[in-house]
């Protein structure tokens, strides 16, 4: 099977990066480091809005709260990676691929329809993470960094398949998977139109 096709059978994207974009990122290091660690970041702060949004989501709080301590852990992680190469954590940027699926999701609605957004969104970003840095694990040149974006990917892994199930819980399979396809066709689109650089991770 080949690696695009892998991807899509196992994470559903509809689009596979380019896997030029690895050498774009080898060549941008400090960028694509600073990046990974502001995802990661946000990502933890993101978990922390959920469970003060739904506190009474007993299986969301039980799943997400694990999630929190190992994003924060994460951002430490690279932060460390960083250091040990002498390079130094950039700004952050305005993240332009989260930003148009915020756009994306649909306004108004329930209570509960806001959370079918909220956690389709959660499980395509960790999604296209999983999915790129599994090419970075593949293909970059430092034996090191192979390794240390294989344990990402993962990490990533888990995550998205744990958001797309909280999804389908408590939207319930149909609903949660007609509007999952929607994002995904979405996602591809819009994939399609960012040109190729080395300096984000999405």
């Known amino acids: 099977m080949s690696e695009s096709l892998k991807s899509k059978t196992t994470l559903g994207l509809e689009l596979p990066t380019d ?23 946000k990502a933890a702060s993101t978990c922390i809005s959920l469970i003060t949004m739904y506190p ?23 932060i460390a990676e960083l250091k040990k190469r002498n390079l130094t ?8 691929y989260v930003h148009e699926l915020l756009k ?3 306004k108004g609605g329930s209570y509960e329809d806001r959370l079918l957004e909220k956690l389709l969104t959660c499980a395509l970003i960790e999604a296209r993470s999983c999915e790129r ?10 034996p090191a960094l192979r390794e240390f974006y294989h344990g990402f990917m993962v990490s990533e892994a888990g995550h998205y398949k744990m958001f797309l199930r909280l999804a389908k819980l408590y939207a319930g399979e149909e609903k949660a998977s007609k509007r999952w396809r929607e994002y995904l066709e979405f996602e591809a689109g819009l994939m399609a139109t960012f040109s190729a650089t080395g300096d984000r991770m999405h």
């Open 19 to 41: 896997p030029r974009w690895v050498n774009l990122a080898e060549k941008s290091l400090q960028d694509i480091l600073t990046d990974h660690a502001y995802c990661e970041q």
């Open 56 to 78: 009474e989501k007993e299986e969301l709080l039980e799943e997400v709260m694990p999630v929190v301590t190992e994003e924060w852990g994460h951002f430490r992680l690279v």
């Open 89 to 96: 954590l950039g700004r952050q940027r305005k993240d332009e």
């Open 104 to 106: 994306f999701q649909k």
């Open 133 to 142: 840095f599994r090419l970075l694990s593949l293909h970059i040149s430092d």
